[in-house]
């Protein structure tokens, strides 16, 4: 087996997130709440956010739900830089980091954690994977509150 | 079940497979997704090449001799396949794009004309999206009611539920014969008997029999059956519905177009006969025969022996997962001969998410299915957001099965370290390998 590869896509990092996110669960009070969804392989997730009054910036982020270790962990990192952020930052991140699976963007020094995902840019196939936590805040910072039947998908 | 034995068939048709010869990240491949699509041997791949550089012309459209060589060899895979399900006569085989299009054609064309708001279409849970949307669709269109057969303790059709289903109101039940994720064997035959003696019509989703068994439409006496001849040796693009004469000569017409008519007028016209009349446009000429190709070349090994062999490897492929620690395997447990389920299993693993998995194997160059394989319902039905699943054709080894495993276990050993506290107790899909 070619450990060397699945290394650097399973970085040790990715593993702790997965064994132990430190971002499960559904924020108080919930002021966006989204679901995503990756039909081509059932995962699913359920993201929660905390806005301030103005609901410009971002007080909490937490996520649920089911999936591999390269979604889960993508979605605990993703909510631990989201915090403070304003939506206007959080949304120039989210397509840095599609960019990042691209190939073609990482993100600088405050955000180094987020880089650990780079390795998934290698793995095509896995990249829904990753993205899907981000996908699913995209939507969710561009509703205008919080509705609880959305959906999105992605593909 | 010697290995000297097993060695026969394997070896004897792998050279005639160029594509499992190569190495996949260094490691030489194991293709182990066959339910998904088969490969291809190198008749049909002749039968293709053939075609194009000597033969090709349009069908039943010229008079020269390329068209009509086209023609001949087009019809003459038609007659091919209709002895392959033993076919009462060759207008009953209509080639089609794949199994999906043969459901939506009877849906559209029998379905609406004769179904109305009540009628009841009894379908089961574990169907593939190909056996299921189409009838959703027709039910949305029409007002008939779906029904679901659910499962035996032993995760199989369960016929006393489907007896307590069926009444007169009933005028469809549309079966899988052997299920892509649970690989169980339906009894397709009893079925339809007592589909027929509430006067429903029968059709049988035979994608996962037909490659792998003989398989007698009139043995079975279902009113359609339909297959894709990607997942049985042959390209992608064709696939064929069986219809019974009657049946099908009373359906009308599900696309328009050129090849299917008789007569034409600017305000009506009339239809071609069978299997014509289902064939709109230019059909995938090259594919049909290569379908043929496909034929001839399984029946020269015979069915019977693909399915013996097959049944060994089964027996070889379910001893081996029982031993991986924490797996949860899904569907009946074969018998010691491997029979009772077809060469294939769905599995979860305590430790890891199929689609690492599917990624960590690929490394060793096993290619396997992760994800809800087109049966989410069914997947939801068993508690699993997805599953991983091997499964297997008369080109696999024992060898390929070992090699496979050894990596599963190193797959579960390298996510494994990490993740042995994962809380997977809770996770409804795991109880205690209820198939060991
Ligand atoms: C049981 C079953 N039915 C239907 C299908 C659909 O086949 P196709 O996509 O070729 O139409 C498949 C293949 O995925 C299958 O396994």
Sequence with gaps: ?155 | MTLAQERTLAAKVRADFPILHQQIHGKPLVYLDNAATSQKPLVVLDALQNYYQQDNANVHRGVHTLSSRATDAYEGARDKVAAFVNAASRQEIVYTRNASEAINLVAYSWGTSNLQAGDEIILSVMEHHSNLIPWQLLAQRTGAVLKFVELTETEEFDLEHFKSLISDRTKLVAIVHVSNTLGCINPVQEITAIAHQHGAKVLIDACQSVPHMAVDVQAIDCDWLVASGHKMCAPTGIGFLYGKLDLLRSMPPFLGGGEMIADVFLDHSTYADLPHKFEAGTPAIAEAIALGAAVDYLSAIGMETIHTYEAELTAYLWQQLQQVPQIRLYGPKPDANGEGRAALAAFTTAAVHPHDLSTILDQAGVAIRAGHHCTQPLHRFLGAQSTARASLHFYNTREEIDTFVAALKEAIDFLGIFLDKRNWATHSSMPNNPCA
């Excluded at chain 1, 059932?42 to 996520?63: C, N, P, S």
């Excluded at chain 1, 998934?120 to 896995?126: D, E, H, I």
């Design chain 1, 1 to 155: 087996m070619s450990l060397d590869n699945l290394r650097n896509l399973y970085q040790q990092v990715i593993l702790e997130r997965y064994k132990s996110p430190r971002h499960r669960g559904k924020t108080d009070p919930v002021d966006r709440y989204q679901k995503g969804h990756n039909p081509s392989c059932g995962d699913t997730i359920e993201l929660t956010l905390h806005l301030d009054e103005a609901a410009e910036r971002i007080q909490d982020v937490k996520f649920d739900g089911e999936g591999c270790a390269i979604s889960l962990a993508s979605a605990d990192l993703m909510a631990e830089a989201l915090r403070g952020r304003t939506v206007a930052e959080a949304l120039e991140m989210v397509q840095r980091f599609q960019s990042m699976m691209r190939g073609e963007a990482e993100f600088p020094q405050e955000f180094r954690k987020l880089n650990v995902m780079q390795g998934v840019a290698q793995f095509p196939v896995r990249i829904k994977c990753a993205n899907l936590s981000w996908h699913t805040l995209k939507a969710a910072l561009e509703a205008q509150e919080a509705q609880l039947a959305a959906f999105v998908s992605n593909e």
